[in-house]
DNA sequence: ATGAAAGCGCTAACAG
DNA sequence: CTGTTAGCGCTTTCAT
């Protein structure tokens, strides 16, 4: 790469290394005088400290991991933003690693950060994830690893979350009131923890109102867009069809108005929905959409910030602390309300 | 971190540490009994080497940059599929930077890269980005740079984008077809070269028209969102308002479908939209909607595969190759077809 | 086929 | 206040 280092700095100097390389973290054992000299030089040359040999030196990278299923999706590159306003201010950098969904790409970069690469990790879990021993065995390593949104429950680790039973319980609530008496539920995994927290929101609802929860109406769309189109279809081609859905997760959007669209069903006459989304676009959509809008921002922040506090050993005693952040749900058009 | 290395691997197998790492890289110098027993010993102590020391020592990191302005946008979130499509194979890890459309926040993380820590950078430069110097010096250090759709043209540097100035002249001419006469460009920066480019096929267009371009049929919505909306209302507010407009970008699709709304304006029959987007909503939204389909996937994969190639030395003798890949007018219910 | 030793660039303990 | 020195963990000559 490029040969201005420390050693180069010096002999120009006419100091030591260590005189140098003290300048240029401002140690108070240097005069005013030689720090400038040494400052001046080093913006002339335009000296740039080489990453690897700190890193290799003091055992720390200022390097933080954030690995998501994927990217594609509101809520995440929103929490991204929230993430980087809370470390680029503590001099840390952001890397985003996907998973795909994918366990097995989880687990094999999780592996890749017991090199040292990173100082700890953001996660929000793949949609496979069922097993903890990946990121368990990074923890005993001593990589801190901070959950947000899609946490592995059982894991002694912080975690950052929204109150998703409360806000399945509210939007199922919020369709009751608008007359819906078969409600549906789409989640995307059996396991995951959020959807599973999301489906009990929903089943409560529907027990506090003397409602039956219904196998038949609670269904996993964990394949590609156009599996799950089918199973929507055929949700809604039933003789009994729902006359109301709560899709728990951005994605399941799009397919559900393509379905209603196919099928000629008038929402939020023949169906009304509420999404989990944060979807900018929730507005101009017919009808517009009402959602459960996820603090995405600030849970990214959030979880940004305790991970900074754990690196620089203002360290939570309870590892196991848990910060839950409300979600908020936005009446529109698509559960009946103009 | 963790005290598993080659040192502790060597003491315990009394081998020397040169044996074991030359062990661990398969070298033909050692023995298949010796690597076999080095090899069970690592996996059995769950060796992980240190990825600051072989980087430090062999220079190269083996991380690969990506900067964007964003990553809450279909194109690039799909492109950084094709990126990772491209370099998972080869063993290379993606680092995704944002510029949030910076050119400061642009130019410190290319000057970070002057670090080593990483090999090769793929750049979609900010809207504000007209300078190329922070870009230049990067390449001056021998960090090879491959930029994709968003280019500084005058640099030196190989290239993958889009034929942006035919697919908004094709855009153009569809509108023109379907009736149009005063036809609205909205582009986002008045320095991009992908946004010029695209005003130039959309100006040629109606140029092959007979067609006056009309300074007031030409935006640039550089600003935050209500801003966006104000300029946009005011546009389809005039006298003389636009019966179609060409959007540069997807963002602008929320947008005016709002102002749309708003201001109670039908489309397609009294404006009618074509947008660059790769929104998968496209289809659900009231009118659907046409688009411009950038070749996302394919774009991001092309540039990672380049600047691979690049990176193992089977050098491109041409610095300055161009690779071009055609997007797609894919015509729907805002542009008047059913 | 194996090992000794130098060194990537930087930091920090220890001396002066 | 400045300098000497010993590594961080790994790769790579150059011996043996």
């Known amino acids: 790469m490029k040969n201005v280092n420390i050693r180069a700095l010096a002999r120009e100097l006419k100091l030591s290394l260590s005189t140098v390389s003290k300048a240029l973290r401002d140690s108070y054992e240097i005069s005013a005088a030689t720090k400038e000299r040494v400052r001046a030089l080093a ?3 335009n000296y740039i400290p080489n990453a690897y040999a700190s890193s290799l030196r003091g055992r720390k990278s200022k390097n933080i991991a954030v690995v998501l299923p994927e990217v594609a999706d509101s809520f995440f590159s929103i929490a991204i933003n929230g993430i980087e306003a809370a470390v680029k201010p503590k001099g840390y950098h952001v890397i985003i690693y996907l998973t795909h969904e994918s366990y097995d790409g989880e687990a094999a970069i999780l592996k ?7 100082d700890g990790v953001l996660l929000s879990v793949s949609r496979e994830t069922t097993r903890t021993d990946h990121v368990q065995e ?7 690893v901070v959950f947000f949104d899609r946490v592995l429950e059982t894991l002694a680790a912080p975690k950052v979350v929204t109150d998703d039973a409360e806000s399945a319980y509210k939007a199922t609530t919020h369709l009751l009131s608008q007359g819906c008496r078969e409600i549906a539920y789409l989640g995307i995994s059996e396991d995951l923890y959020i959807c599973r927290q999301r489906m009990e929101g929903y089943r409560q609802a529907l027990r506090d109102h003397q409602l039956p929860v219904q196998p038949r109406n609670i269904l996993t769309c964990a394949a590609d867009a156009t599996r799950n189109f089918q199973l929507v279809k055929k949700l809604l ?3 009994n069809r729902p006359d109301g859905i709560v899709a728990s997760v951005e994605k ?3 397919t559900v108005y393509q379905v209603c669209q196919q099928l000629q069903l008038h929402m939020p006459g023949d169906v009304k929905l509420v999404c989990f989304s944060n979807l900018e676009i929730a507005t101009i959509l017919q009808p517009s959409l009402t959602t459960i809008t996820q603090p995405a921002f600030e849970m990214g922040k959030t979880a940004a910030e305790m991970l900074v506090k754990i690196l620089e050993k203002k360290v939570l005693t309870e590892k196991d602390i848990r910060v839950v952040i409300p979600s908020e749900l936005v009446v529109r ?5 103009k």
């Open 333 to 337: 058009g698509s559960s009946g309300v």
């Open 252 to 254: 399941l959007t799009t």
């Open 237 to 239: 081609q039933r003789a």
């Open 112 to 118: 890749d950060f017991q090199s040292g690469r990173v």
């Open 43 to 45: 913006a002339e040359w």
């Open 138 to 144: 990074l923890m005993d390593k001593e990589v801190p």
